[in-house]
């Protein structure tokens, strides 16, 4: 019996199934209580990660090659400034952007960093 998905789009689920997970409590004890505001980080969060992921599928590096991590750290910068950008565009709060801006730095970097040690420590493969 065929696979109903390639393990390349199970594994993009799960990360962002597990990104999700990471970012959106810690979004929400970083003082965002507002129910939509945490709804729409959850799904930009989501969406993002699972581009991001789907890209780096399709990079020519294998993941032990620096050249991999250069494109990855380039990749998680740019993921920072996408959502930021997309997520300033919902909700304009004028003086809270470099708050909101250092949470999601924060929360990116949090997840990212339990995804390293995941993967490293072969919970995540």
Known sequence: MADILPLREVCGIVT?????LIE??????SGYRDFREWIYF???????NIMLTGWLYE????????EF????????SAVVILEFAMFS???WKG???KKLFAVIFFT???SFSLGLLMVFTGILQ
């Open 42 to 48: 959850a799904c930009i969060n989501v969406i993002s």
């Open 89 to 91: 565009c919902l909700f």
């Open 24 to 29: 959106t409590p810690a979004f929400y004890l």
């Open 108 to 110: 990116n970097a949090l």
């Open 69 to 76: 991590w250069a494109v990855v750290a380039l990749c998680e």
């Open 59 to 66: 990079m020519p590096f294998e993941s032990d090659s620096p």
């Open 16 to 20: 962002a199934f597990l990104t999700a």
């Open 95 to 97: 003086a809270g952007m």
